[in-house]
């Protein structure tokens, strides 16, 4: 049975597990990368995740290891599985998270819906992809990239010079015409139970995630699921999956990005649903059923709430936000940084989605005053 | 502004005050009792509470001092309090809290409906309280008692020779025709603000809660509100208040107890409010608005999990308590043992108390199976 579980990394993916944890009778132990960390509360070991002999010593403290972060190199992974330790998700599904290339060649293969892509090694091989797409297409690292870090938009081989000169090999994708974005949230425990919440839309600016909605307004939510099932299944994905997806003018829905941990389009769940993306994860990874993922309420809203510079504004104006009337603030311990990720909020409403922007935005506001 | 919260006790409720703490961005530290308490992973410190020396080196570490229970003696606050500590509650409210004689006094002062009730220092003085009420009178020690403990209940001046010959005060009061139990949960900040949720039912099995309704079918809500409003403000609490009430047979409420703290009557506020008790007692000893307390859905129900031998099969049955959809299982991470609050089980439902009530049940027969 598994009692403790570790998280590399010691984000705000990791701290918002801790109460989970506590609430399921769960030992938490997080491994940071520095003192001071968002979950420094449950940190229990700081070091480089980069390092095996680093996540060695603290997998020999847990009985399972699992995410904050896709970002633990593979070999150090499955050095780990080879010496018994469990690992969830495994590497055999973590590569797909971790390799856009790979993601895109395994998606194909199990016939779901994305955009056509190619592996670019040379100018060539990009001006082709160029001509096939009108001159436009987006071109991204295979690993390392997010929040729009690792993607670039080019329409010649010029403008990816830069790039092209390191020899590596790039993804190229389609610029899919899409009218918005959703993500389909879902989880599948090492037994193989699945479960998904409802379908999101989620707003981006500058690249990164700044609003969800939940439900998605009018959405294909029977579709998104049996994508995100298929996905879950086919590679073998265990604890929570996000699945973004573009959704084109027809409703036809694309398989966007993958992440295989709690993501920011899952937060509104911790007071939206029966059972928040979060304590989904560790039921996920230490094999316990999963829980409920009803909504508690008909409509619920998302805010991030992102660093506007060096100054934590977010304290001096703390009071106003939290007289707003059912805004939930979420803080994550965080030093301010220019859009570094500072916190959220969301907002409930049984009348409309509106109604629970609009809380939701009140607090913000009084937030940023 | 307080950013760190100090809390003497490392019981449940100093364990889920730990959540909100974080999600406020405020520091929790407990000063425990012992190593492995509920609240370790907030524990900074471990040590005796009725040692000056102890918690006045706990009390330099944090901005406020409150309470996990009430049992800090008052010499040791007030002492803390003189030498410029920020104590929340304060020694002077407290005081009402830990002796029920001065508790009687004060609410009596203040005009507000008590049983009938007299200090006993002698046998005369408990013979001439019974004559008076039909023979039979609750006896109970002033200090130190709770869940059923320090309370006696007395036909004869006989019954009481054990607690007289002590030669300490005794408090009686008359034995209440009550037809249930209430319980009314308010808070008020260090600015004055308060703030009450729905007054809700409780269920007391050998002296100790087994379940609480919330809100209260048919009860007097607004009675209870203003009896919590004038208590809370006559006795200068700060934090939360519980009141427990009784409800006679025509609907009159007299007041049984006080706690000025997080209490097992708002263990469903966790998933049940918009606002939680614990996020509510930590808005008010840091002195920030009190956050809705509005219901999020029609009905919630919570049952108190109790150690049922010393051998802990929460653990055993775990899983199974863990599928049934909607049930809110927490664990207080204890060691068991007999009739001791080993966690608690929520279910909320918008269509009727029982539906709630049946699925925490399911979710407890599940455990105990």
Chains 1, 2 share one sequence.
Not at 31 to 46: D, I, Y
Not at 63 to 83: G, N, Q, R
Not at 159 to 172: F, M, Y
Not at 212 to 239: F, Q
Request: hydrophobic fraction near 40%.
């Amino acid at each position: 049975m598994i009692k403790t579980i570790g998280v590399i990394g010691g984000g705000q993916l990791a701290r918002m597990m801790i109460t989970p944890a506590q609430e399921l009778g769960l030992t938490l132990k997080v491994l940071a990368e520095n003192e001071g960390s968002s979950a420094s509360l449950a940190a229990t070991a700081v070091g480089d995740y980069t390092d095996y002999e680093t996540v060695k010593r603290f997998a020999e403290t847990v009985d399972v290891i699992t995410f904050d972060h896709e970002h633990v190199p593979l070999p150090v992974l499955e050095k780990l599985e080879a010496e018994g330790f469990k690992v969830q998700p495994s590497s055999s599904a973590l590569r797909f998270a971790q390799n856009k290339l790979a993601m895109r060649q395994k998606l194909s293969e199990l016939g779901l819906p994305v955009p056509d892509w190619a592996e670019i090694t040379s100018a060539n091989e990009l001006q082709n992809f160029l001509d096939k797409h009108d001159g436009v297409a987006v071109l991204k690292t295979p690993t390392g990239g997010y929040d729009g870090k690792g993607v670039m938009i080019v329409r010649s081989v010029e403008d990816a010079s830069d790039w092209l000169v390191k020899g590596k090999p790039l993804l190229a994708e389609e610029k899919v015409d899409f009218v918005r974005e959703l993500a389909q949230l879902s989880a599948r425990n090492t037994s193989g139970q699945w479960s998904s919440w409802q379908v999101v839309q989620t707003v981006q600016k500058d690249g990164v995630c700044s609003e969800v909605l939940s439900p998605a307004p009018n959405a294909d939510g029977t579709s998104a699921a049996i994508i995100a099932k298929r996905i879950a299944e086919g590679l073998g994905v265990t604890g929570v999956l996000a699945v973004e997806l573009f959704e084109t003018k027809d409703g036809t829905l694309l398989i966007n990005e993958l992440a295989m941990r709690p993501h920011n389009s899952g937060h509104f769940s911790i007071e939206g649903s029966v059972t928040s993306q979060f304590e989904q994860h560790l039921r996920a990874v230490a094999d316990l059923p999963l829980g409920d993922t009803r909504s508690v309420s008909n409509f619920a809203v998302m805010l991030n709430l992102l660093g506007v510079d060096d100054s934590n504004t977010f304290v001096e104006h703390y009071s106003a936000a939290l007289k707003v009337p059912g805004a939930h603030v979420h803080t994550y311990g965080k030093s301010a940084r220019e859009g570094r990720k500072m916190g959220h909020i969301t907002a409930l409403s049984n009348t409309s989605i509106e109604e629970a922007r609009q809380l939701a935005l009140q607090a913000k506001e009084a937030l940023h005053a």
